[in-house]
C-alpha cells in the first residue's frame, strides 16, 4: 500500500506499549535509494526524551501506520549528552 509522505506529517506516535512519544513533524528520505529513513518527532514526551528535544525516528523502528503511527522499538529513554548529542539508552 502506498502512502503520500505528506499524509505522514502531524500523525502521533506512540511506542508499542502505547506512550505518547509525539507529532511527526518531517519525513527524512534517503534520496540516493529513494527510500524513507526516518521520521523527525519534535517537542517529544519529557517521559521519553530529555527536555523534550526532537528526535529521529528510524523508520525500520515503525510498526504500523494508519491514523496513528506504532513504534516496534523505542528506548526506554534518550538522554542528551555534553555537547548536544543525543544518547539513545535501552535500559
Not at 505528506?6 to 527524512?28: A, K, M, P, R
Not at 510498526?63 to 535500559?91: N, T
Amino acid at each position: 500500500m502506498l502512502e503520500e509522505i505528506s499524509e505522514l506529517i502531524g500523525l502521533q506516535v506512540y511506542t508499542s506499549d502505547g506512550i505518547f512519544l509525539g507529532n511527526v513533524n518531517n519525513v527524512v528520505l534517503d534520496l540516493d535509494t529513494q527510500k524513507v529513513y526516518g521520521l523527525f518527532i519534535g517537542d517529544t514526551n519529557p517521559l521519553l526524551v530529555e527536555d523534550s528535544m526532537p528526535v529521529n525516528v528510524p523508520y525500520r523502528w515503525v510498526q504500523a501506520i494508519g491514523d496513528i503511527i506504532i513504534l516496534r522499538y523505542f528506548p526506554k529513554r534518550v538522554s542528551v549528552k555534553k555537547g548536544g548529542e543525543k544518547l539513545m539508552e535501552s535500559a
